[in-house]
């Protein structure tokens, strides 16, 4: 059975930093692309941030210079570093786990096989 398992979210001021982490079970963890998504209140759940199984990285735009994804593939866990945090920032953030790593699809939602419970990042002015 697969887990994915978030932790990290607090309430945090804008320009803090945070780091988020994702532990996965039950997966061939280096085999599968890691991501993370978020979703503010009344807003779709968009795409944050992922690494491939080759330790490639991409990113939203109104996250690159302050977030950086990355993996622990020993340890079965994926990071979010969250720098310079800002209000717009504020929202649940869930990581994702894809098998087949098609890179043309990786900011889709549908792409990704299994998702943790979510982690709220909240970001005060």
């Known amino acids: 059975q697969v887990r994915l398992v978030e932790s990290g979210g607090e309430l945090m001021q804008a320009g803090g930093s945070l780091r988020l982490s994702c532990a996965a079970s039950g997966l061939t963890f280096n085999r599968y692309t890691m991501a993370w998504f978020r979703q503010a209140p009344g807003k779709e759940r968009e795409f944050v941030a992922a690494t491939r199984w080759s330790g490639h990285t991409y990113y939203r735009e109104s996250v690159k210079g302050r977030f950086t994804v990355s993996r622990d593939n020993a340890k079965n866990t994926a990071y979010l570093q969250m720098n310079g945090l800002k209000p717009e920032d504020t929202a649940v953030y869930y990581c994702?786990?894809?098998?087949?790593?098609?890179?043309?699809?990786?900011?889709?939602?549908?792409?990704?096989?299994?998702w943790g419970q979510g982690t709220q990042v909240t970001v005060s002015s």
């Open positions: 994702a786990a894809d098998r087949d790593g098609i890179l043309s699809a990786i900011r889709d939602l549908d792409t990704y096989d299994y």
